[in-house]
Every structure is written in C-alpha cells, then in structure tokens.
C-alpha cells in the first residue's frame, strides 16, 4: 500500500512535468498541440543516447529540452509561417519525429539503459558515509531518492513556469490564448509568441521524456503512444477538482496528474481490462470538459476568470 | 477539496478490498505487454506447463496487461511488488525491461519470453550464464533451418525478398542475422524497410520484382500484413515463406515456425527450477528452442506449380 502510493506520486510527478507543457501550449494559449506524441519519445531517445555515450544524465536532461523546444519551434513554424492548422502542424511533426527518433536512436527502436547510470544514481550520497548523518541518509533518503529528485524536479518546474507566467512574456502568453488581437494592439507578434510557446511547451515534454528513460531505465519508439489525450486529461482533471480553489494553474496541473494516475493505477489493480483503458480516457476527458465548461461560463459572469 | 479527499478516501478503501492476502502458495505476476496472438500464447503455455508439471495447485497466477504503454507496465510491477510476488513472469521486451528497473533493489526472480536478444535488451549478461536474477526464453526464430529450407524446397532460389519495419528493434537484428548466415545457403538477400503498414504494397511490388522467393520474418508489422503480402506476391507466382504459423493458412508455401506456446511451457518449467528447486535464475541459461513445426500447404504449391521435395514432404505436416 505504501509501495503503491509511492508509485502513484512518482508516476503522476512524472507525468505531471508532461501536463505543464501541454498546460502552457492548450491551457494558456490554446492550441492543441499533437506533436506531444513524438516530443515525449523525443526526449527519451535523446536522453537514452546522451546517458549510453557516457554523459551525464543531468547533461541528458538538458539535451532533451533542448531537443524539444527546437521540434515545438518547428510545430509552431509550420502553423505561423507556413499557415498550416495547428492540429496538422503538431500531427506533421508527430510523424516526422517517428523517423527522426529512429535516426537517434542509430536505427534501433529500443535502447536499454538497465546497466547505466541515471538520474537516480545514489552512489555519491556515500561520500558522506563518515559523517554522523549518514544513518539518515542511509535509512531516509537512498530508499525514497527517487521519490525524492521527482518531487523536487516538478516543484522547480512549478516555479520556474509560475514565474515565467508573471513575467511580460508570460502576459502575453495568457493575452494571445484569451484575445488575440489585443496582442497585435500591443505592438506585439502574434505568431512569435506562439512559437514561443509551442517551444517552451515541448521543451518541457521532451524533459519529461528525458526523466522517463531514467524511471523505465529504457527507451521505446512506442513511449509516446496516447500522450497528448493523457496530458491534456491531466490538465483538464486537475482544474475540474481544484476550480473552486484559488491555487494555481501549474498546482491544478500537478494534482490533475497525480489523480489521473491514481485512477489507472486502481483501475489496473481492481483487474480491469485494459481493452478499456483508451476509452475511459475519453470518457473522463469528456467528463472534464463539460463540467469545466459549465463552470466556467458561469465564473466568466461572476468575476471574470482570467483561464476561461 | 473536500471532495478531492472523499475521492481519494474511496479509491482507497477500493484498493484495499482488492488486496486480500492469500499464503502458502507461490504468487507469480504475469506481465503482458499487449494483446496479441503470439504474446497470448506465451502467456496459456505458462499456463499449461506449470499445469503438466503438477503445480496448478502451489502457484497463483496474476496476469496483467500493460496495453503498450510504459506508465501502465510500471504500475502492474509495482502492484506485484506490493503484493509480495515470488515470481515475474514478463511478456516482450519492454515489460521485462519495466520489470528489471521496478525491482532493481529487490530479489525477485524474473522470466521473460518473447524476447529476441535479451542481451541486447540489456536483460542478461550472456545467454549462457545469465548471473543476476533474471533468465528466460528467447524467440529467436532458427532462421538458419528457415533458410535451408527455402533452397531445399525450391533450389532454384537465388534471391531471397524480405520485408521488415525498421521501427522494430528485432525486425533489425534478424535482418543482420539472416545477412550473415544466407550466403551459406548459396542464395543472397534483398531487403526492403518500410516504416508502417500502408508502405506495405508499394514495397512489396518492389520486392516480388527482384526475388526469387518472400520469406517473412517475425515482425509485427508485416506479420499482420501478410495476407496483403501472399497476395501480391502469388500474383507474380513468387512463393512466399513465414517464420510463425499464426498466418499460414492466408497463402503461405511452407513455415519452420517456433511456437510461444512451447517457450511458454519451457518457461513454466524454469519457473519450477527456480521456486521448486531453489536454482539461483542466473545460472539458469537463456533458451532458445530448436523444436519447430513444418507446415506446408499442398494446395498452394499447386498452384504455384511447384513440386514439394519428398525429403520436405517425408517431416511436413501438410495442410
């Protein structure tokens, strides 16, 4: 039982950092990004090729938001400077990606990590085996140092994104999700704050990828396989449960996530088929959507929320 | 919020109902990472070799499936691991990486079937001594007699059509293998990659213009094609074999197939080695199986126009 919700909070921080990037892209400025599905293994490859050539999974981590951010910026090229929809353009690079992964990967479609060192790594923690409070360490944290970096991993993330959504770059993300031409009255390009967008959203995918190949200790071309519907009901689950609240969005998101994964993880204990997985997906997405929606209009008249 | 709680306070008290602890027997946590004709058999011959041994009644099954994605493979190990399994039985490559690194400070004893190259999997040292805890059967199929067969059957052949998904990781290494052992045979190869099902046509027009004969291999993708493939390829009379069976009545010449069906009963009996016997997986050596079944069909031969070897004929069994 301990084990289990262990598992879930784990799970969902990891997921969690995925449903932040799909927040900023969907939530914030209203696109529904579909190169989630190829950024995500993106990401893991990077971070499996990164770690398997000797770097440092840390370095990997960064390799992968990079690698990301620079895919979201394709995404977000296509839509702005080539006119395609959005949705093509994320299901363009969706399918780009699929080869691109492979190339990555040296042609292979599975890389196994299991004999490398990753991001949980407690080796160094030793060098602290003289001092008085190594017990502590031995006892408190080697056993939950995975638990331990994820939470921190996603608190950081919070933070930082939190703090970038106060910034003017921020503002303009929210105005360009909300209206448009009112950033183009600011004086301000529309198409570059998407862009923008699109790249920090998938940059955040990719890393949450990244930290994949190093819970799963593997890389898999099929890691990506119903990510996009899987973070946006995280996204969605979260605002549906905390909308009364005044906490924010990026919490909604952490919660919406963890919750999801505590619904999976039940269903797939209570020894439900899988077969149903996908549908009741949708069925909670749907769910979601619709009691969002309700509220929110009638928020709209009351007080004016602001990520109507 | 106070709803949020109530939620979580129910799906708990559901999770614990789920949970009700039984001894005495050997727990053994079957995970599958998806549905699939070969992927189900792996997991009946478990089944059915645990039950030839006699062990029905000292082991407890709890099959899960992962449905193909990750976050639901880490999950169902870490329910095992709750639930203090003895044994992980894991189904493909992916859900027995998944069960290595979920129990990577744990003992638990771990089996795998229906992976081709567990070392390149990064599962086992060495096929032949395993060391660690984990051993298993490989589906290697015997792509050598595969090949002799081919040029037994038709010796004219020279070259040989083979159609993989470069997506597949062991699509890729039985192309190198069969590489490496078809000039053996007197014969060459002409590959032809395809990155997903609607190529399927297109690439193999190509590759019935250039070969002798269609040998597919265990690939996923071209596997479930392989109707589409048989019937492009007997429009131009090209024959076409099949390293598994599962699709043999849609046109296929002959196949030397391997059976997840036995590497599953061959796995039940590792499972007994190691919660019977008290055999330690890693001196357990990986296996692979050299039992195969020839099938060949008469009436395709016919109407390819092909004589079936009496050699061939004398093993076969002919449907």
Known sequence: MFRFIINVIEQGSLYAILSIGV????????????????????????????????????????????????????TGLFHVKLKISSLLSGILVMTGLYSINLMIAGGRSNLSLLNE????????????????????????IIPFYRLIVMVLMVLIIKWLVDWLLNTKLGYLLKVTGDNESLVVALGHDVGKVKIIALALANGLVALSGGVAASVGRYYDISLGTGMVVMGLSSVMLGTLLLRKTRVKLTTMVIVGSIVYRLIVAVAIRMGMDPQYMKLIT?????IAIVLNNASFSFSINKKGEPHA | MKKLFTVMLIIFMLVGCGTEE?????????????????????????VDGLESLGLTEEVELIHKLANGEASNANMIISQFVDEGVDLIYAIATPAAQTAVSGTQDLEIPIVFNAVTDAVVAGLVVSNEAPGGRVTGVSDMAPIDKQLALIKEFIPSVSTVGVLYNTGEDNSVHQINLIEDLIRNHGMSLHVQGISGPQEIALATEDLVSKSDAIYIITDNTVADAAPQV??????????????????????????DSISYHGLGEQAANMVKQILIDGISPGEIPVEITDKTELLVSQSVADRLGIDIPDSILERASVR
């Open chain 2, 230 to 255: 048989v019937g492009i390829a007997n429009e131009q009379n090209i024959p076409v074999f099949m390293a598994e069976a599962g699709q043999f009545d849609q046109g296929i010449l002959a196949s």
């Open chain 2, 22 to 46: 039984t001894t005495t027997k050997f727990k053994i946590g079957v995970i599958q990472w998806a549905e699939h004709p070969a992927l189900d058999d792996a997991h009946t011959g478990l």
């Open chain 1, 23 to 74: 927040m900023i892209s969907y939530r914030i400025v209203g696109i529904a990004d579909l190169s989630v599905d190829g950024t995500y293994p993106l990401g893991a490859v990077v971070s499996a090729v990164v770690i398997l050539a000797g770097g440092s999974p840390w370095l990997a981590l960064v390799a992968s938001l990079i690698a990301g951010a620079l895919a979201g910026c394709v």
């Open chain 1, 282 to 286: 949708v069925v909670i997405f749907v």
């Open chain 1, 117 to 140: 060192t990753t991001l949980f790594d407690t080796t160094w923690l030793s060098m602290f085996e003289n001092t008085t409070f190594f017990p502590f360490i031995e006892t408190m």
